[in-house]
Nanobody, 121 residues
Framework: QVQLMESGGGSVQAGGSLRLSCVAS????????MAWFRQAPGKQREGVAT???????NYADSVKGRFTISKDNAQNTLYLQMNSLKPEDTAMYYC???????????????WGQGTQVTVSS
C-alpha cells in the first residue's frame, strides 16, 4: 500500500525559507509524476510544483523563482525548497503521486496527510 508522509512545515517570517520533504513507501515502481499542492483556509487546493519521472519540473506562476521541487530516488523522497516566503504562501501543503499514468497529464491518486506552513509578515 502506497503511503506518502510529509514533514518540514512550520512557522517562519516573510522572507524566510523552509524545506518540505515527502517520503514515499509501499510502491513497486517509480511514480510517473509527483507533486506538491497546497490549500489555504477558505480557498481551493492549488498545484504548486510537479516533477515527472524524467526529472522535468513545472511550477505555478506564483512560486516560480522562489520554490524548487526535487527528488531523491534512492531515498524515495520528494522535496520542496521554499525561499523568499510570503504570507500568501501560508497553507497546508500536500504531497501527491501518480503511479498509474504512462503518458499525458498526471492523475494524482495518492496523497499525504499534509504539513502546515505559516508565514507571518
Amino acid at each position: 500500500q502506497v503511503q506518502l508522509m510529509e514533514s518540514g512545515g512550520g512557522s517562519v517570517q516573510a522572507g524566510g525559507s523552509l524545506r518540505l520533504s515527502c517520503v514515499a513507501s509501499g510502491y513497486t515502481h517509480r511514480p510517473y509524476s509527483m507533486a506538491w499542492f497546497r490549500q489555504a483556509p477558505g480557498k481551493q487546493r492549488e498545484g504548486v510544483a510537479t516533477i515527472l519521472n524524467d526529472g522535468h519540473p513545472n511550477y505555478a506562476d506564483s512560486v516560480k523563482g522562489r520554490f524548487t521541487i526535487s527528488k531523491d530516488n534512492a531515498q524515495n523522497t520528494l522535496y520542496l525548497q521554499m525561499n523568499s516566503l510570503k504570507p500568501e504562501d501560508t497553507a497546508m501543503y500536500y504531497c501527491a503521486a501518480d503511479f498509474d499514468t504512462v503518458i499525458g497529464s498526471p492523475q494524482y491518486d495518492y496523497w499525504g496527510q499534509g504539513t502546515q506552513v505559516t508565514v507571518s509578515s
